[in-house]
């Protein structure tokens, strides 16, 4: 039990800034205050403790109020990512059983379809609900479900990752210790607020008392112009975005003020921390997911040169281990990464499967290769199933080939990862067809199945698909058969 | 859950200074090496986990190498205070239950006398002793009692207060939230490790990786010069040693790295934190208590003249309330300050009487009195049972009147503390004699029972003392006997 954390914190620095925009500033004690009317309206339209609400709202200050008041409500939130279809949203609606959507008129052709599933609230008639009264409690039960966050893995079907309240708090805590924290950091957040590394920037707000610069969207300019003004100390980013603001940034430098560049989603390229490196940019690499509620691992700048390549050493708070066989790996030995910590999920919600699969005496198993050195840094070589990282959004292969395979004349599917100059890497599918298909209309097919960006950029068409002994796909064969 | 301490630090940041004493440093490598060693040898002189050591030690740096290596072997460390008696520490050894006490030459006469109770190893010969191998753990239970702290209240007899791993834990995380941390912070403890105040300060350095300057006593030549030369960033203080401070500074100023001051024990009086302001030194007012593993109440610099007098407001991780006759109270109602939070003790070591009594609904009620404003700032009017603080020593005057009355002569007795310009307060008796005592005779009566600074500097003989309706000893009132 820790105190209500948005109210705890108003208490303590009400007048402390909390959230900055483009149109204006929000102090704890403001925040608090809109928190408080917003979650009086969502009780006034029904909400009740317990319930499940999905969020299908952008980047705004508003947003930001609509998280807390959830929480306030003890409302668990279900985040859904803006690029995904009407088909995989409401397979998330319908697993994870959520009653409500709040979401705004720049999604309405999605909200249209969504209504049949879920009672919708508009953010812009929010204020015009009536009011009605809920109980405010004076603590937060670490145990309890905060948000859910829907992620694939080796099979298709995704999966509700369960973070808890005191996930969220010991990812914090864990973070500050690695980090450090003073009284005058700033954190720009440029990533989407419904991807963990969103989210977890608003919650160390909260615990810090530190101000949020909030961008409605990446933009290499104004991200810059943020940088070298001084008012910026500490930015998430992946390789895609760092690389943007290099870019931008030519032959000027940013403000000193700017102590930490904290990259994830996915290794970054040796030249991009070089020319950072060059430019005193200091690059924070990490390695975390959505199931250890963001960073779990990261590297020092310090370490950055000496130790490319490597995702640096876990949080205080938290362990890895190697494992290959039943067995813990010897220094530079490869095996799949296991973690452990607080802020590790407690599970994905209604998939006893999975959870054994995936928990094994305390440890999670993150499907991720990887190896430690003998100073105990660690390597992470794939990450797990084949993952493709496009532009820092996770795509599973197994999410898109599922899809592939339902196309009546699909027969067989491969989904690998492309190189790509803009996004880092892009899908690329192989297929075994009954008959010839129109590569218009697989892409036509796919629209309304997949989100964008996990939408194959190439169509292969082969005889057959590489397969083990047992019958099992081999995608890393299918990576020699990528056009060069 | 988490991981080893020590271990976990040693594996993150081997090469960061942990310890800096007058004649060299250690890394956090070296001291978890010496650690091993240490508990190896401790380990070959029959030490076992669950066991309870007591330690009597200076602050040098081979007892912070000891009381990790209790750690690392999973015994309970009991604190014993350098002042106390032999008498009183007798009583805490056989109360916790310690079968072991380590110590050092310059407590050559006290552990003459103890050694018939606990088997006693001597510091100096640690290194000759045969090692034997211990299992280390891999993980430390949060619920796990670390350390034992004797503290007296409201009846005679010293309680132990249990503080967890979790204790210091949330203690030290509580603290960071609050004043931050840097890369380039250093803690001075000039503070006795056998207090909270001190051993605190251990905690943090091995959560944060952040250097302690240990001092084996304060003193404040040695303290300005260190304050004074940029490489101390934040300093434990009670008012008596930051006033000492001051008046040896004169004219000067600290270094401006110099960032906290964070003053515990009692309250500071106003023309000394006015000459602080003046000088910008940021002085971070507190309040805590054993049982709250250092300090639950914190106030900032930026407040410390707007709100003079206050304590401040709670760590993030932490509550207080005011409590009058079983209901909370308004802004500036006076009633009894309760606190709860991740950081207050489990409870005291076999007094279930006084765990019923301080323990309702999961607050802890402190016994002191205090009230809130309207902002919620905390401050604190009388301290617990009219406690007597005495540069930076708390005493308990029904633990004085206890000794006293044992005496065959005294009737009745009745402590209070009376103001000092050195100590802040010293404790007075007045007592009610069946034949006259002499002054000298009652001063040797205590030496063997009580340790110096808790003897009455004065006695008084009154033919009764003030006691209300129910025949309560109502000290208060002897304040109004005292000499003006």
Same sequence: chains 1, 2.
């Avoid at 249209?112 to 009264?133: F, G, H, M, N, Y």
């Avoid at 509620?293 to 000496?306: C, G, H, K, N």
């Avoid at 027969?411 to 690329?428: C, F, R, S, T, Y």
Wanted: overall charge neutral; glycine content about 6%.
């Amino acid at each position: 039990m820790l105190p209500n954390f948005l109210k705890q914190r108003a208490y303590l620095t009400p007048n402390r800034t909390a959230l900055v925009f483009k149109d204006g500033i929000l102090t704890f004690v403001e925040l608090y205050k809109q928190v408080k009317e917003t979650a009086q309206k969502l009780a006034g339209r029904g909400m009740q403790p317990e319930d499940t609400a999905a969020v299908l709202l952008k980047n705004r200050p508003q947003t930001v109020v609509i998280l807390h008041a959830l929480q306030q409500l003890r409302v668990r939130t279900l985040f859904l990512n803006h690029r995904l279809t009407t088909v995989e949203m409401q397979y998330q609606l319908q697993d994870s059983g959520a009653k409500w959507l709040i979401t705004e008129k720049d999604f309405q052709e999605k909200s249209v379809v969504l209504k049949e599933k879920v009672q919708v609230i508009q953010r812009e008639t929010l204020a015009a609900l009536p009011s009605a009264d809920y109980e405010e409690a004076a603590e937060f039960t670490l145990d309890d479900v905060c948000s859910i966050m829907y992620t694939s893995g080796t099979t298709g079907k995704p999966k509700g990752v369960l973070q808890t309240y005191g996930n969220h708090w010991w990812s914090a805590a864990g973070s500050a210790l690695n980090l450090g924290l003073r009284e005058e950091d700033v954190w720009l957040c440029a990533v989407p607020l419904f991807h963990i590394s969103g989210f977890s920037i608003l919650m160390r707000s909260v615990f810090y008392g530190m101000p949020v610069y909030l961008m409605e969207k990446f933009n290499e300019k104004e991200a810059v112009k943020l940088l070298q003004s001084g008012c910026i100390t500490i930015m998430s980013v992946v390789a895609n975005t760092l690389q943007r603001i290099l870019n931008e940034l030519g032959e000027k430098s940013l403000h000193p003020n700017v102590r930490c560049m904290l990259l994830g989603g996915g290794p970054a390229p040796r030249p991009l921390l070089e020319a950072c490196a060059e430019k005193q940019i200091s690059v924070f690499q990490s390695y975390g997911m959505t199931e250890t509620s963001s960073q779990i691992v990261t590297l020092a700048p310090e370490d950055s040169l000496r130790k490319i390549g490597s995702a640096g050493k876990p949080l205080f708070p938290a362990q890895i281990h190697i494992v290959s066989e039943g067995r813990e790996c010897k220094p530079f030995e490869h095996g799949e990464i296991a973690v452990k910590g607080p802020n590790v999920t407690i599970g994905y919600l209604n998939r006893p499967d999975a959870n054994e699969k995936s928990f094994r005496d305390g440890w999670f198993f993150t499907g991720d290769i990887g190896y430690l050195d003998d100073e105990g840094f660690l390597y992470v070589m794939d990450r797990r199933s084949d993952l493709i990282i496009s532009g820092g959004e996770n795509i599973y292969p197994a999410e898109v080939e599922e899809v592939l395979l339902a196309h009546p004349d699909i027969l067989e599917a491969g989904v690998v990862g492309m190189e790509d100059e803009k996004w880092g890497q892009v899908p690329a599918a192989f297929i075994v067809t009954k008959k010839e298909v129109l590569e218009s209309e697989l892409q036509a097919f796919c629209e309304v199945r997949l989100a964008k960006y996990k939408i194959p950029k190439k169509f292969f068409t082969v005889s057959d698909l590489p397969r083990n002994a047992s019958n099992k796909l081999m995608r890393r064969k299918l990576l020699e058969w990528l056009p060069s």
